[in-house]
RNA sequence: CGGGGUGUAGCGCAGGUGGUAGCGCGCAGCGUUUGGGACGCUGAGGUCGUAGGUUCAAGUCCUAUCACCCCGACCA
């Protein structure tokens, strides 16, 4: 995958929020090697288990056989810990909150642009507290980093819930994820967080002292967002005209295109256009002057690109100290005054930001169902997809079996369901709904 | 890793039965244009994925090989 200089301003401005709110949450960034020793990974047996199939291993390095392959990092759990064992020794330590932005890579036999790439781009959060509580709190403090995110920035509404054994991240004691419903109507996981329990704490031996000199075990968290929200973006918002990115992460929330025939024209044009410049002080726009293009063309582009607002000026709208504004999420076109032009041009974006949202959040429900017949079951499944609630008897035959007869998984345990029922497909005692759906 | 498909100009493609490599878009120059993907004229651009082979002659036939795409099993 190649993110060119547009989608990485995107990628840019997705890492300024998040990082944002993990400073704020008191995390720290660091940087480890990109390189891991072979035999670390090996120390978490269900970790290694997991993962070895979709490693890529370094086996030459200086022209020469190494001693002991090294594997490029298909996440950095292993090597982190590995440090952590040395940093912390006392109570004093913890709790240690850490943040990486880095690349991975996962050697997909098959993979998908944005989705499922070779290489991706993300951050993985890493912690180590004193107790399993405060680790837990953690690991669901970051979950809702991500849905705030989600559905304020990306303008994405998600389901947050638990992941079943069989979808959990492998050394995890649990993984909790958002997922996100497509416009094909599949669920694309689009951040996951982890509570490790003591698991890496025991194969990397990271003990600290308590208060009463005892020698404990810390308790782990670890959590991941990647460039597959960017795929999210696009599948959730875009249409058949393009891109329609949520003004939040835009990299370019306004388009000037200038309209002129005359020379003259162009000079009272440009003109106009410095004072909406100074309108825009502090909103992040593109003036498009462009020569080799009609205004058209230009029009085109921007909407391919999702930009939010476009601003058209020409002599008409020169003439009455007046812009035309078009939003790409609606298409609609409105005549504006240039004076007060910046309060509707926020507005506007705001508007759109909601707007984004709140379709997404109609078409998630439209396509949601509660079903408890696994004969309609599978004809939502076969037609037209979409989130199924539906009770579960909690045990990995069945999970398998629905999985092998409709593809569906389960996409995530919501937290705080109660309704008791019969799992769909074998009948037994259910205590609650979990959502099923086909996944990327 | 199995099944299918495609490699010909920057991109998208056409090139029955072997016989001088083409079209559209894009690109360059000039002119006219510019309010929803402008038009005319002129022009540049190709070891036909790669390597062998058959033939007087291969984009075309044969063999091998590589790459990419699609569909299934594994995965953020």
Redesign the pocket.
Same mark, same amino acid.
């Given at each position: 995958m190649i993110i060119r200089p547009y989608g990485y301003a995107l990628w840019e401005n997705i890492q300024k929020t998040l990082d944002a709110k993990f400073k704020a949450t008191g995390h720290k960034n660091a940087y480890f090697p990109l390189f891991i020793p072979q035999s670390f990974l090996a120390k978490e047996e269900e970790h290694v288990e997991?993962f070895a @199939?979709?490693l890529a291993v370094v086996t030459h390095g200086g022209g020469k056989v190494l001693e002991e392959p090294l594997i490029v990092r298909p996440t950095s759990e292993t090597i982190i810990n590995a440090m952590f064992a040395k940093w912390i020794r006392s109570w004093r330590d913890l709790p240690l909150l850490i943040n990486q932005w880095c690349n991975v890579v996962?050697w997909? =036999?098959?993979? $998908?642009l944005f =989705? $499922? /790439? =070779?290489e991706?781009l #993300?951050q993985e959060g890493h912690t180590a507290h004193a107790t399993a509580e405060e680790a837990e709190e953690e690991a669901r403090r970051m979950l809702e980093v991500y849905r705030e995110f989600a559905e304020e920035e990306m303008a994405i509404p998600v389901i947050v819930g638990r992941k079943s054994e069989a979808?959990k991240? %492998?050394g995890a004691v649990h993984t909790y994820?958002i997922e996100a419903m497509m416009q094909d109507r599949r669920a =694309? +996981? %689009?951040? /996951?967080s982890h509570f490790l329990g003591q698991n890496f704490a025991k194969a990397f031996e990271i003990t600290y002292q308590t208060k009463d000199n005892r020698l404990e075990y810390v308790w782990q968290t670890s959590w991941?967002l990647?460039? $597959?929200v960017i795929g999210a973006i696009i599948m959730v918002h875009g249409d058949d +005209?393009?891109l329609i990115l949520p003004p939040r992460l835009a990299p370019i929330e306004v388009v000037i295109v200038p *309209? #002129? $025939?005359s020379d003259e024209q162009e000079a009272q044009v440009r003109k106009a256009v410095e004072r909406v410049k100074d309108e825009l002080r502090g909103v992040r726009y593109e003036f498009d002057d462009r020569? /080799?293009? /009609? @205004?058209? #063309?230009k029009?085109?582009?921007w909407?391919?690109k999702g930009v939010p607002l476009?601003i058209? *000026?020409? @002599?008409?709208?020169?003439e009455k100290e007046q812009v035309?504004l078009?939003r790409r999420d609606t298409?609609e &076109?409105s005549i504006t005054p240039l004076e007060g032009l910046k309060e509707r041009i926020e507005a506007s974006l705001v508007e759109i930001q909601k707007n984004l949202y709140s379709k997404a959040l109609t078409f998630r429900e439209e396509n949601s169902y509660q079903v408890d017949d696994y004969e309609e079951f599978k004809r939502i499944l076969e037609g037209p997809g979409g989130f199924l609630g539906a009770h579960w008897c909690g045990s990995a035959e069945c999970e398998a079996q629905i999985k092998e007869e409709t &593809?569906a998984t389960i996409r995530a345990i919501p937290f705080q369901e109660q309704e008791r029922g019969k799992c769909i497909r074998c009948g037994e005692v259910s205590v609650q709904r979990v959502v099923f759906a086909k996944?990327?």
């Open positions: 997991g @199939p979709q996962r997909e =036999l098959r993979t $998908r =989705l $499922r /790439t =070779l991706f #993300w979808e991240f %492998a994820t =694309l +996981q %689009a951040g /996951t991941g990647s460039t $597959r +005209q393009g *309209i #002129w $025939r020569e /080799t293009y /009609t @205004p058209g #063309w029009f085109n582009e909407e391919q476009r058209e *000026i020409g @002599p008409r709208e020169v035309v078009v298409g &076109k &593809k996944a990327y």
